[in-house]
């Protein structure tokens, strides 16, 4: 009885952390599957997948800016990575005496309010001409993403023991051919791992691709703004949904390539 | 393929502004085994690693037999070297661990695998091959790594303590085998241990080092029988101290009878390198307990040097006694075949080859 009694107060907690987890989830799903949804009917009148088809109808709105945001991931991604790989192997190896130095400087684009950063990028770009331009875009969610990018893979090369490599200078290979057979491979879960949340970060990134892409770029988080905005529920749900999926998958892909032992060196 | 000669003048390695090699200067022969012994941070590692590029010289010259490579990368130095940790690459097989070296060289693919086969069949290794070298145990591990080392014919090959991580049982065997491979290829050997009988048993000559500096070079037998410091007697094992009064006279070198010790002559062919036969002063006599032996207390001039002492330990480590003898307010270690009771009076004989002599003076153990 007393038994029963104790289990009731972590039973509340639980259920209101369930709820506040899978509650907007619910919400969103009903919402992707509601044809008709009016007050005060607490559930929708009628389901179907009449919003879906207009979602995935050829040269829809929606799958467009699928493309675009996955174009604009990808592109973020390389970019990163081709400063992050270098970067992190200096800032891994070398005995930079600014070396902490540098590190926080990666963490600055975050420190400041980002609106007042993003609209004096706009106003830059607008000199430039990279506004409304993929290249406008890919740049602002470079230096978002690039804080995940140098502090992974800083980590994932310290994790990589020295005498591996002296090993294979010692036995004859150059410096390059070294870090191409040794160091890189042994980092590859962790370069993999900074690239998937660069990832993710970009296909998510709202505020910076606002100010510097609309009108002409829509990437898949302002349809949805958009189609929220306008009061098209269903059309926002839905493309929660699609966002959710990668988001989803490359969590899973993340926890199997992030090692203890490259999680213990990140900010280090 | 016979090893190359390595030749260290003058070198000095410094660590931010602390200098860790104060000027080393050794030559060591082709084909030859060479220990470098020291406790930690004596510099042996250090120098091993500035003899393989890794670490950068601030003066002096590292010459293969005869060309400087004192500023070529470690990659053009014909070593190759041996880790502490082995550094075996975990994303490869053992195969492909050993036959690294050769790929590099752009070796056709079936000669790197007869050549893998014959290092794994040398080192009793044979199919483990495909085995990734994760699930191999801490001795396959080790001899992996000397077979990725000698599957090149490097040169000079290279050791960094490469035994110290495995047990004291297999270590014995490990010993052995590596003196017999590095004898059988002819292969020059530098060996970085703090294991004094480990440097004696593989080694034919032995550089003892001490903060940075040489302390003594020479053969096993040198260095063991005629330290040139008091600090290579101790670190040789002659651990136990004792102070006495030394003065010249016509037939050597005569200790002083002292209200713990009688009198003795040493004559000067037997004495060491490390006091002169015309010394007059204070000397610290350093000796083993093992070359110590136990004489009647009431032993006086014999000729021998006995000090005079009471037992204040007694234990049994195996084949003899071993007693804790205090001396005035020494203690010495002392072993025996002899049993004695805990509190007995006792002398112990110090004959003059069992002794070191060196000046009792601040410098003491410390070569300028």
Same mark, same amino acid.
């Given at each position: 009885?007393? %038994?029963?009694?104790?289990?009731?107060?972590?039973?509340?907690?639980?259920?209101?952390?369930?709820?506040?987890?899978?509650?907007?989830?619910?919400?969103?799903?009903?919402?992707?599957? *509601?044809?008709?949804?009016?007050?005060?009917?607490?559930?929708?009148?009628?389901?179907?997948?009449? =919003?879906?088809?207009?979602?995935?109808?050829?040269?829809?709105?929606?799958?467009?800016?699928?493309?675009?945001?996955?174009? &604009? %991931?990808?592109?973020?991604?390389?970019?990163?990575?081709?400063?992050?790989?270098?970067?992190?192997?200096?800032? *891994?190896?070398?005995?930079?005496?600014?070396? *902490?130095?540098?590190?926080?400087?990666?963490?600055?684009?975050?420190?400041?309010?980002?609106?007042?950063?993003?609209?004096?990028?706009?106003?830059?770009?607008?000199?430039?001409?990279?506004?409304?331009?993929?290249?406008?875009?890919?740049?602002?969610?470079?230096?978002?993403?690039?804080?995940?990018?140098?502090?992974?893979? @800083?980590?994932?090369?310290?994790?990589?023991?020295?005498?591996?490599?002296?090993?294979?200078?010692?036995?004859?290979?150059?410096?390059?051919?070294?870090?191409?057979?040794?160091?890189?491979?042994?980092?590859?879960?962790?370069?993999?791992?900074?690239?998937?949340?660069?990832?993710?970060?970009?296909?998510?990134? =709202? @505020?910076?691709?606002?100010?510097?892409?609309?009108?002409?770029?829509?990437?898949?988080?302002?349809?949805?703004?958009?189609?929220?905005? %306008?009061?098209?529920?269903? &059309?926002?749900? &839905?493309?929660?949904?699609?966002?959710?999926?990668?988001?989803?998958?490359?969590?899973?892909?993340?926890?199997? =390539?992030?090692? *203890?032992?490259?999680?213990?060196?990140?900010?280090? | 393929?016979?090893?190359?000669?390595?030749?260290?003048?003058?070198?000095?390695?410094?660590?931010?502004?602390?200098?860790?090699?104060?000027?080393?200067?050794? /030559?060591?022969?082709?084909?030859?085994?060479? /220990?470098?012994?020291?406790?930690?941070?004596?510099?042996?590692?250090?120098?091993?690693?500035?003899?393989?590029?890794?670490?950068?010289? #601030?003066?002096?010259?590292?010459?293969? +037999?005869?060309?400087?490579?004192?500023?070529?990368?470690?990659?053009?130095?014909?070593?190759?070297?041996?880790?502490? #940790?082995?550094?075996?690459?975990?994303?490869?097989?053992?195969?492909? +661990?050993?036959?690294?070296?050769?790929?590099?060289?752009?070796? /056709?693919?079936?000669?790197?695998?007869?050549?893998?086969?014959?290092?794994?069949?040398?080192?009793?290794?044979?199919?483990?091959?495909?085995?990734?070298?994760?699930?191999?145990?801490? !001795?396959?591990?080790?001899?992996?790594?000397?077979?990725?080392?000698?599957?090149?014919?490097?040169?000079?090959?290279?050791?960094?303590?490469?035994? #110290?991580?495995?047990?004291?049982?297999?270590?014995?065997?490990?010993?052995?085998?590596?003196?017999?491979?590095?004898?059988?290829? !002819?292969?020059?050997?530098?060996?970085?241990?703090?294991?004094?009988?480990?440097?004696?048993?593989?080694?034919?000559?032995?550089?003892?080092?001490?903060?940075?500096?040489?302390?003594?070079?020479?053969?096993?037998?040198?260095?063991?029988?005629?330290?040139? #410091?008091?600090?290579?007697?101790?670190?040789? !094992?002659?651990?136990?101290?004792?102070?006495?009064?030394?003065?010249?006279?016509?037939?050597?070198?005569?200790?002083?009878?002292?209200? +713990?010790?009688?009198?003795?002559?040493?004559?000067?062919?037997?004495?060491?390198?490390?006091?002169?036969?015309?010394?007059?002063?204070?000397?610290?006599?350093?000796?083993?307990?093992?070359?110590?032996?136990?004489?009647?207390?009431?032993?006086?001039?014999?000729?021998?040097?006995?000090?005079?002492?009471?037992?204040?330990?007694?234990?049994?480590?195996?084949?003899?006694?071993?007693?804790?003898?205090?001396?005035?307010?020494?203690?010495?270690?002392?072993?025996?075949?002899?049993?004695?009771?805990?509190?007995?009076?006792?002398?112990?004989?110090?004959?003059?080859?069992?002794?070191?002599?060196?000046?009792?003076?601040?410098?003491?153990?410390?070569?300028?």
């Amino acid at each position: 009885m007393t %038994a029963a009694l104790r289990w009731i107060p972590r039973a509340i907690v639980l259920g209101l952390v369930v709820y506040a987890i899978f509650g907007p989830l619910a919400n969103l799903a009903l919402w992707a599957f *509601a044809e008709q949804w009016y007050y005060p009917h607490k559930l929708p009148v009628t389901y179907g997948l009449r =919003f879906w088809h207009q979602v995935f109808k050829p040269r829809g709105d929606a799958l467009e800016s699928l493309s675009t945001s996955v174009i &604009i %991931a990808l592109l973020t991604v390389a970019l990163c990575l081709v400063i992050a790989v270098p970067a992190g192997y200096a800032l *891994a190896r070398l005995r930079l005496p600014a070396r *902490a130095l540098i590190m926080l400087a990666f963490l600055l684009p975050q420190a400041f309010p980002s609106l007042a950063v993003y609209i004096n990028i706009a106003r830059l770009f607008y000199g430039l001409g990279l506004n409304g331009t993929i290249l406008g875009v890919v740049l602002v969610h470079t230096v978002h993403g690039l804080v995940f990018a140098v502090w992974i893979t @800083t980590a994932a090369f310290a994790a990589v023991d020295r005498d591996l490599e002296l090993a294979a200078r010692s036995i004859g290979a150059s410096a390059l051919r070294t870090f191409l057979t040794v160091t890189l491979p042994l980092a590859a879960p962790g370069i993999t791992a900074s690239a998937v949340f660069v990832f993710l970060e970009s296909l998510d990134e =709202f @505020t910076g691709t606002y100010f510097v892409g609309v009108p002409d770029i829509t990437t898949l988080p302002l349809l949805m703004f958009t189609a929220s905005i %306008a009061g098209n529920y269903q &059309i926002a749900a &839905i493309t929660a949904l699609i966002l959710l999926i990668p988001s989803i998958g490359f969590m899973l892909v993340v926890e199997r =390539f992030l090692k *203890a032992d490259v999680m213990a060196k990140v900010g280090t | 393929m016979p090893g190359a000669g390595l030749e260290v003048a003058g070198l000095e390695v410094d660590y931010g502004s602390v200098r860790v090699l104060h000027g080393i200067d050794l /030559a060591v022969e082709p084909g030859s085994f060479v /220990a470098l012994l020291g406790s930690s941070g004596c510099g042996k590692t250090t120098l091993l690693r500035a003899v393989s590029g890794f670490v950068p010289v #601030s003066a002096g010259r590292v010459t293969v +037999n005869g060309r400087d490579i004192t500023a070529a990368p470690p990659d053009k130095r014909g070593m190759a070297m041996v880790f502490q #940790s082995y550094a075996l690459w975990p994303h490869m097989t053992t195969a492909q +661990n050993i036959g690294y070296g050769l790929k590099l060289r752009g070796i /056709a693919r079936d000669a790197i695998k007869r050549r893998v086969e014959e290092i794994l069949a040398m080192l009793e290794l044979e199919g483990f091959g495909p085995r990734m070298v994760t699930q191999l145990s801490g !001795g396959q591990r080790q001899r992996v790594a000397l077979g990725r080392a000698l599957a090149i014919n490097p040169d000079i090959l290279l050791l960094d303590e490469p035994l #110290s991580n495995l047990d004291a049982r297999i270590r014995e065997d490990v010993r052995h085998e590596i003196k017999a491979l590095q004898q059988g290829l !002819g292969i020059t050997a530098i060996h970085v241990t703090h294991d004094r009988e480990e440097a004696m048993v593989m080694a034919d000559r032995i550089v003892v080092m001490d903060q940075g500096r040489v302390a003594q070079h020479g053969t096993p037998e040198e260095v063991y029988n005629r330290p040139v #410091s008091a600090f290579v007697a101790g670190f040789m !094992g002659a651990g136990n101290t004792i102070r006495l009064s030394a003065r010249p006279t016509e037939a050597g070198l005569a200790i002083v009878p002292g209200p +713990n010790n009688t009198g003795a002559t040493i004559a000067a062919r037997a004495l060491g390198p490390g006091v002169s036969p015309r010394h007059d002063g204070p000397v610290v006599a350093h000796f083993r307990s093992e070359a110590a032996e136990l004489a009647d207390p009431e032993t006086v001039g014999d000729g021998t040097l006995v000090l005079s002492g009471r037992v204040e330990q007694a234990s049994y480590p195996g084949g003899h006694y071993r007693y804790a003898v205090s001396v005035g307010d020494r203690k010495v270690i002392v072993d025996a075949a002899e049993r004695l009771a805990v509190g007995a009076a006792v002398g112990v004989r110090l004959r003059a080859e069992a002794l070191h002599l060196f000046p009792d003076s601040e410098q003491q153990g410390r070569l300028p």
